[in-house]
């Protein structure tokens, strides 16, 4: 494996420390630039199981909108974020939602599941 150094933007709080990263495939060599040692271990989870947040919304019937805010309670595996927003633009739910209901349990198998962000009352009929 060849040996890379990259910048890698730490985003596990909010003060974003840009990080230098030397690593050979999933072996860090040398970290510089992290303000504290959680930096470390997100590097160590970037290059071997990299995770985001999904937020995007889902189809309500019934609701004051037609769409409701939702995102995953936990981060997501990266590589399968499209494959998770096809499965999600497949959900339908019925008003009223309430905030933090499941619209999607257990995603793709992962145990992760998808929630709404805020409540949506029935529309006026
Ligand atoms: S390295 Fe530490 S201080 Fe810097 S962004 Fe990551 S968690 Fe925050």
Redesign the pocket.
């Known amino acids: 494996m060849p040996v890379i150094t990259e910048n890698i933007i730490?985003?596990?709080?909010?003060?974003?420390?840009t990080?230098q990263v030397t690593h050979e495939g999933s072996t860090i060599l040398n970290v510089e630039g992290?303000?504290?040692?959680?930096?470390i271990a997100?590097v160590q989870r970037e290059l071997t199981d990299p995770r985001r947040m999904v937020a995007t919304t889902v189809r309500v019937s019934g609701g004051l909108h037609p769409l409701v805010p939702v995102y995953t309670k936990e981060p997501f595996p990266k590589p399968r974020i499209s494959e998770l927003l096809e499965a999600i633009r497949t959900v339908q739910i019925e008003a009223p939602v309430k905030m933090e209901q499941v619209v999607l349990a257990d995603a793709l198998g992962t145990g992760i599941d998808v929630i709404a962000s805020r409540d949506m009352p029935r529309g006026a009929t």
């Open positions: 730490c985003i596990t709080c909010p003060m974003g420390c990080l992290n303000n504290c040692a959680r930096g997100y």
